[in-house]
């Protein structure tokens, strides 16, 4: 088969707001080859993605990714990896080039499956997918007594584990910031997984972080989350060697598989996490999901949008430890769930498991998206290198 | 004075061809403020980075550039720095941003040095710029006579410094390359310090790149630039043991201040090269400089555009030791000479000064480049987000 076409679907909530909530748009990616189709999703920023697949090229080294994908055969996953290092070469200096690819890549993996009729955890080398521990990801309250409640509704809905993050935290005092964590605690119960998401907040700057760890340990928190950026090295591990049995997440940030070695080998890190709609697709999550297994850090998705793009990033890990927690949307906008037709629902026990059926294993439910499809073009020299395609259902 | 408005131009040669030849279009970036005009030049995919400053917000950590910059005031450098800031944590998740921010961060410096009447490098804190020995940076022949005939115009040119690369180099035979590295020897003399640039051709394969040593130690190479992809630090390190005394440089891929933090200490360079263009502008090649210093390992300029980008990738380490070399395009396009007035040309001695005037020092040809201006119009929802300015002389 060749790779006959590939459409973006830029979607959206009528009003985005200014939070820190993933879920308010989605890019999807539909790709065509010899009478299959497979879906995907790139995380962020739709209209840059869409432009990275289309501009004109600069020189060699910086070609719109279209030139690498369009035309290629697609038999088996080694074209997938292949056409993914053709776009790292082909778009080396297209920045933007890693965050298209992750979509495509996705959307390969998806076709290949339902081609063959497998789940791409299969096509990636995995025999069974093991049940995952949902943990419920959300924002934190603008207060302790909203982030109270958010936590005991949690609780409720039967999760039994839970990361708060955004929002106020590590904008204010570290007394403000203790009484959001204890807040978080107290609503989730002792027994629950507690796991706090600092979003970047700090930038490099160790004390600061530091100085919430005593909060952060009398919660008995599993994890703090990207402290500091994702390049900073050095003051991720300074702040592991102070942080006892508080583990260190991060990796979300990562658009290649170099950012996540160097995570892996130099943060002192207890978690990576990956997002798949980033990373430059499974592929990439893949090779990061076994080299982190090498290195004894636990991988773990990154997810904050549709289904589709949480089944993409747990295909990577499919075969994990029993037990193993993921990241689950909780309160997802409406565009998120309506992008496909069936959700990953937790099981009786709590679990999530990946859908046996073919790819990613969840329809897209192209006749409700009409509504959130926003309109694009774009036009250079009078050319118009893309208009919003039509949703055919 | 507060950022008024922010206005991009995109420049391009008639055709574009798919060469390694990054003068063949060209980002201009116009930012006014307080009744004065300040140029900048973000690195490559022109549409790309325009997109990321016009796009719609996705959530609270992914804005467009657009977002923190307009409106901002800019009364000194660490205004300039504070913008910065504020751009990568609010567009976070938009990873195009760091090309966009670089050609403002330009912009920003060169406008502040105008309201001052201060060259930018003094602006930056140094008191006097060294004269450099520019090193004339050309591809490679197609094949070995051609790649002689090049290097022997170059040495009649009168400059003592040569840079080969991309073309064939390192997708033929080892032998092969043994014979281009020889020719380029032989046309630039014995004394001519000669260089090397792999392109990143190897990705991580060290065992590809060390076959190619003895040929590069028998000419006596002083540098193998970019054997490996920038993230390969652990592939830069094993090279390096194995160089003898061709050292390796890198870093032009780098598109944010930690990666070339990873790269001083991580890959045993003996040469770090920054392009201000992408790495987030003026104000992070000036901390790379920095601490390019503090490590030991030697600054240099990455610059393949027009003569206002090579004032911009100079003013970083403008104060360095006396005979340090700097990246001088020697083939450019039409395009990239006619973007300023005037040329920052070799003196007698054949090394290059930078300029003394105000903010970069060189005025952009305004009245020169409708012919090169690229008509865009991005439109989202029906509202046109961009469209190619007027070119007012």
Do not use: K
């Given at each position: 088969m060749r790779i006959e076409a590939v459409d973006f679907f830029y979607l959206s909530m009528p009003e985005v707001l200014d939070v820190g909530d993933g879920s308010q748009d989605a890019l999807l990616v539909r790709v065509a080859a010899g009478g299959h189709v497979g879906w995907g999703e790139c995380e962020a920023a739709p209209l840059v993605s869409i432009a990275s697949f289309v501009c004109p090229m600069s020189h060699s080294a910086c070609k719109p990714v279209r030139d690498s994908v369009l035309g290629q055969r697609i038999d088996g996953p080694d074209d997938i990896r292949r056409i993914g290092d053709l776009t790292r070469a082909q778009s080396l200096d297209l920045l933007q080039a890693e965050h298209t690819l992750s979509g495509i890549d996705m959307a390969l993996w998806d076709l290949l499956g339902r081609v063959r009729g497998e789940p791409v955890y299969r096509l990636l080398g995995d025999r069974v997918a093991t049940p995952k521990l949902p943990y419920a990801s959300q924002l934190f309250g603008d207060d302790p007594a909203t982030t109270y409640a958010l936590a005991q509704q949690v609780r409720r809905s039967g999760y039994r584990a839970a990361k708060f993050g955004?929002?106020?935290?590590?904008?204010?005092?570290?007394?403000?910031?203790?009484?959001?964590?204890?807040?978080?605690?107290?609503?989730?119960?002792?027994?629950?997984?507690?796991?706090?998401?600092?979003?970047?907040?700090?930038?490099?700057?160790?004390?600061?972080?530091?100085?919430?760890?005593?909060?952060?340990?009398?919660?008995?928190?599993?994890?703090?989350?990207?402290?500091?950026?994702?390049?900073?090295?050095?003051?991720?591990?300074?702040?592991?060697?102070?942080?006892?049995?508080?583990?260190?997440?991060?990796?979300?940030?990562?658009?290649?598989?170099?950012?996540?070695?160097?995570?892996?080998?130099?943060?002192?890190?207890?978690?990576?996490?990956?997002?798949?709609?980033?990373?430059?697709?499974?592929?990439?999550?893949?090779?990061?999901?076994?080299?982190?297994?090498?290195?004894?850090?636990?991988?773990?998705?990154?997810?904050?949008?549709?289904?589709?793009?949480?089944?993409?990033?747990?295909?990577?890990?499919?075969?994990?430890?029993?037990?193993?927690?993921?990241?689950?949307?909780?309160?997802?906008?409406?565009?998120?769930?309506?992008?496909?037709?069936?959700?990953?629902?937790?099981?009786?026990?709590?679990?999530?498991?990946?859908?046996?059926?073919?790819?990613?294993?969840?329809?897209?439910?192209?006749?409700?998206?009409?509504?959130?499809?926003?309109?694009?073009?774009?036009?250079?020299?009078?050319?118009?290198?893309?208009?919003?395609?039509?949703?055919?259902t």
């Open positions: 955004w929002g106020p935290y590590g904008r204010g005092s570290v007394a403000d910031d203790a009484l959001q964590v204890a807040a978080a605690r107290e609503g989730l119960g002792d027994e629950g997984v507690l796991l706090i998401d600092a979003g970047t907040v700090w930038l490099d700057d160790v004390a600061l972080a530091a100085a919430r760890l005593p909060a952060l340990q009398a919660a008995a928190v599993g994890w703090l989350e990207e402290p500091f950026i994702s390049g900073a090295l050095g003051a991720y591990r300074a702040l592991a060697q102070r942080a006892g049995a508080v583990r260190l997440a991060a990796g979300e940030g990562c658009h290649n598989y170099s950012m996540a070695e160097h995570l892996l080998h130099h943060a002192d890190l207890g978690y990576i996490q990956i997002d798949a709609g980033r990373i430059g697709g499974i592929s990439v999550a893949r090779r990061v999901a076994e080299a982190a297994n090498a290195a004894g850090v636990t991988y773990v998705n990154h997810t904050f949008t549709s289904h589709l793009a949480l089944s993409a990033s747990l295909q990577p890990y499919a075969a994990s430890a029993p037990g193993a927690i993921c990241e689950y949307p909780v309160e997802p906008r409406q565009l998120a769930l309506d992008i496909t037709r069936s959700h990953l629902l937790p099981d009786a026990d709590g679990f999530i498991r990946l859908p046996e059926g073919p790819g990613l294993g969840l329809e897209v439910a192209i006749e409700r998206l009409a509504p959130y499809l926003v309109d694009v073009v774009i036009e250079v020299r009078g050319r118009t290198l893309y208009r919003t395609p039509v949703l055919m």
